[in-house]
């Protein structure tokens, strides 16, 4: 049984120096934390050298995240690029009859099945690391914001301890009673 995000990585493990290019288009169907406008677009290469598997890559979508002041929806654009290196063992086939090249996993979240990369796992991590953390609307931080203001004034005013009411000011800016 052939899974399509496994990429067979063993060819270029079996001889150092011989790069893989691929290009990959996909909608990560897996991932339901992200709403991906267009598919996740983008290239990886793949080289061996003996001791460490190189696989570089660039990625681009368009996804939408929350305001972080609002909530509402906004669409972003996202690029990220790939700099992973993995370690090999053994010797490779192509150097010696007895032996072939193994990528150790050692990572806490599965990338690799035997000598083939599970290519949505790596681009999945890619593209939570670089979505903005704190995305902003139009409106920014500084601009009056119409759903901002709405969800801020709807709050209920809490009543504290009378002692504390002057310093409620510095909080709520009220004009200071004559």
């Known amino acids: 049984m052939r899974r399509e995000d496994l990429l067979d990585l063993n060819d270029v493990l079996q001889h150092p120096g011989r790069i893989l290019a ?3 288009v996909t909608e990560l169907p897996e991932e339901e934390d992200v709403d991906l406008l267009q598919p996740l677009e983008g290239f990886l290469e793949a080289t061996s050298t003996g001791n460490v598997l190189l696989i570089t890559g660039s990625f681009k ?14 669409e972003s654009d ?5 700099d992973e290196q993995f370690p090999v063992e053994g010797v490779p086939s192509s150097l010696s009859a007895q032996d072939f090249a193994k990528v150790v996993a050692d990572e ?21 690391l670089a ?29 504290g301890r009378p002692e504390f009411s002057k310093l409620s000011n510095l909080i709520h800016r009220e004009e200071p009673e004559n």
């Open 108 to 128: 806490p979240f599965p990338l690799f099945d035997e000598n083939n990369l599970m290519v949505e796992n790596l681009l999945r991590q890619g593209l939570l």
């Open 131 to 159: 979505i903005p953390s704190q995305a902003l609307c139009s409106f920014g931080w500084d601009g009056p914001c119409p759903n901002a203001k709405g969800s801020v004034e709807t709050k209920p005013k809490i009543d």
């Open 78 to 82: 996202v690029q990220f690029d790939i």
């Open 61 to 74: 979508t368009r996804i939408v995240v929350e305001c972080a002041r609002c909530s509402g929806p906004i």
């Open 22 to 24: 691929v290009d990959i």
